[in-house]
């Protein structure tokens, strides 16, 4: 599968981002899906994660009430909405797919992970 980000960019303290991360080549519902993020000098973090049906979601404690994740698997998208932004979020996003997770399992390690996007910067300003 491959992976391509979009929605990064420069956006206030306080304001909202909507990141799409859109797959092609195999079925995208066959793939758990999560959203990392990297900022420099620091080790790459799991933020969300969903699980093939949608149904199932895990959260960071660090963006756990600000960011959703959500698919759609008819359009071969997962997204991370932010909100609620903080100058601590700027980084570099990435979205990746898990292949071996059950229908509604969710994938909580960066190791279970197979397929990952180029990445999506995101700045927030204060």
């Known amino acids: 599968v491959q992976l391509v980000e979009s929605g990064g960019g420069l956006v206030q303290a306080g304001g909202s981002l909507r990141l799409s991360c859109a797959a092609s080549?195999?079925?995208?519902?066959?793939?758990?899906m999560g959203w990392f993020r990297q900022a420099p000098g620091k080790e790459r973090e799991l933020l969300a994660a969903i699980s093939r049906s949608g149904a199932n979601t895990y959260y960071a404690d660090s963006v756990k009430g600000r960011f959703t994740i959500s698919r759609d698997n008819a359009k071969n998208t997962v997204y991370l909405q932010m909100n609620s932004l903080k100058p601590e979020d700027t980084a570099v996003y990435y979205c990746?797919?898990?292949?071996?997770?059950?229908?509604?399992?969710?994938?909580?390690?960066?190791?279970?992970?197979?397929?990952w996007g180029q990445g999506t910067q995101v700045t927030v300003s204060s």
């Open positions: 080549g195999r079925t995208f519902s066959s793939y758990a």
């Open positions: 990746a797919a898990d292949s071996g997770a059950y229908w509604i399992e969710i994938r909580t390690t960066t190791r279970e992970y197979d397929y």
